[in-house]
């Protein structure tokens, strides 16, 4: 199912206002001009909601797929257990699909995830945001520190 333009607009101005850094880095990401925007780029997008909201504090875990990504963050102890479910700011990590670069989003407030995905309205500008039940399922949860720079 695409996500039009009208819908995601309307997300976003009824988006709950963030307070953890990088779920309000992903909000100013998803209309900032010089974010990520093609399809295929989801780990690139999060990289700048990480970078936005924490400097180069993870630069050194970051890798060039979703998949790297997630498993590296998962090995360094940032993981939750998925059956806990997630709050705002944890990454969403879907470790199949894509190719086998796997998916990832971020979750915010009012049960919304934060993504470039190929289901937005266009080739050229594919930031969006789905609800979580139109994410669907995912397999890995990082969670990063809700204490450091950010403010929206």
Avoid at 79 to 91: Q, R, T, Y
Wanted: positive net charge; hydrophobic residues 40%; contains cysteine.
């Amino acid at each position: 199912m695409k996500i039009s333009r009208l819908r995601f607009r309307a997300r976003l101005l009824l988006l709950p206002k963030q307070s953890h850094p990088l779920a309000i880095s992903a909000r100013r990401g998803l209309t900032e001009q010089f974010w990520p925007r093609m399809v295929g780029w989801c780990e690139k997008f999060v990289r700048y909601a990480k970078t936005d909201a924490y400097g180069s504090q993870f630069s050194h875990l970051q890798r060039s797929t979703a998949l790297e990504t997630a498993l590296v963050f998962q090995d360094a102890g940032y993981s939750v257990p998925v059956k806990n479910g997630s709050i705002e700011g944890d990454l969403l990590y879907k470790l199949t699909g894509s190719g086998g670069a796997g998916h990832v989003g971020i979750r915010l407030r009012g049960n919304m995830v934060a993504e470039n995905s190929t289901v937005h309205w266009d080739g050229t500008d594919a930031r969006g945001i789905r609800t979580l039940a139109e994410f669907g399922n995912y397999d890995l949860i990082i969670r990063l520190p809700s204490s450091l720079k950010g403010s929206e």
